[in-house]
C-alpha cells in the first residue's frame, strides 16, 4: 500500500480507495501526497451516507428534525450513520441482535454528540421498539464481504429483522425506506422494496451525484 500511494500520488490528484481494513488508509495517508477518499472500510461507509443524505435532502427539503431507524447489522454504514446524523439534527433509533451491535467506541462517541446537538439515541434489540415513529427505515446486508462462512450463524440471529409494512406500522405517516443495494429479501420483503415509499434506486442514482 505504501509504494502504491506513493506512485498513484504523483500519477492523480486523489485516490477513492476501498479497503478491508480501515488501518490501510490510516496507512496510505502517511506516504500520499493528495487526497485519500475513504470508498469503504470495515468500519466506515462515508460515500454511502452521503447519497443516502442527500436522497433525504431531496425527498424530504430537509435533514433537520428527521428520526433514522437502523434496522440490523452493526456495521460499516450504521458506523457512518452514528457519527453523523446528530450533527445534521436528525434523531437516530438502532436495533440490533445481542452480538452484532456496532463498535462500542463509536457509540460513545454517537452518544457524546446526541448530547451535544440535542438529539434523541436509541439502542435496542426490539426492531419494532426502533421503528417506533421513525421518519426512515434503513437495513443494509446481513452478510458482508468477507463474512461468507458465518452465514447460517447470522440468518439465525437476524430472524425477526426483516423490514416489512408490519415493521412499519408504528413508524411515522410520512415514512420512507432506504437499502444501499443489493438487497436479499431476508432483509426487507418486496412490499417494502418495491412500495412507493422506496427511494433506494433514488438513492443508488445518487451515489452517483455526491461521488463527483
Not at 54 to 67: A, D, F, R, S, V
Amino acid at each position: 500500500l505504501l509504494p502504491s500511494s506513493r506512485v498513484l500520488s504523483s500519477m492523480t490528484n486523489a485516490i477513492l480507495a476501498r479497503v478491508y481494513k480501515h488501518n490501510d488508509l490510516d496507512l496510505m495517508t502517511k506516504e500520499a501526497t493528495i487526497p485519500i477518499i475513504n470508498g469503504l472500510s470495515d468500519l466506515y461507509h462515508p460515500l454511502q451516507i452521503l447519497a443516502d443524505y442527500l436522497t433525504l435532502q431531496e425527498h424530504y427539503g430537509g435533514l433537520n428534525g428527521l428520526t433514522i431507524t437502523w434496522i440490523g447489522d452493526g456495521n460499516n454504514v450504521l458506523h457512518s450513520i452514528m457519527m453523523s446524523a446528530a450533527k445534521l439534527g436528525m434523531h437516530l433509533r438502532i436495533a440490533t441482535p445481542k452480538g452484532f451491535e456496532p463498535d462500542l467506541r463509536i457509540t460513545k462517541i454517537t452518544e457524546q454528540y446526541s448530547k451535544e446537538y440535542g438529539t434523541k439515541l436509541l439502542l435496542t434489540t426490539d426492531p419494532l421498539e426502533a421503528a417506533d415513529g421513525a421518519n426512515v427505515l434503513v437495513t443494509d446486508t446481513w452478510i458482508s464481504m468477507g463474512q461468507e462462512e458465518e452465514k447460517k450463524e447470522r440468518l439465525k440471529a437476524f430472524q425477526g429483522y426483516q423490514i416489512t409494512m408490519q415493521t412499519a406500522k408504528s413508524a411515522a405517516s410520512n415514512w420512507t425506506f432506504l437499502h444501499c443495494l443489493p438487497r436479499k429479501p431476508e432483509e426487507v420483503d418486496d412490499e417494502v422494496f418495491y412500495s412507493p415509499r422506496s427511494l433506494v434506486f433514488q438513492e443508488a442514482e445518487n451515489r452517483k451525484w455526491t461521488i463527483m
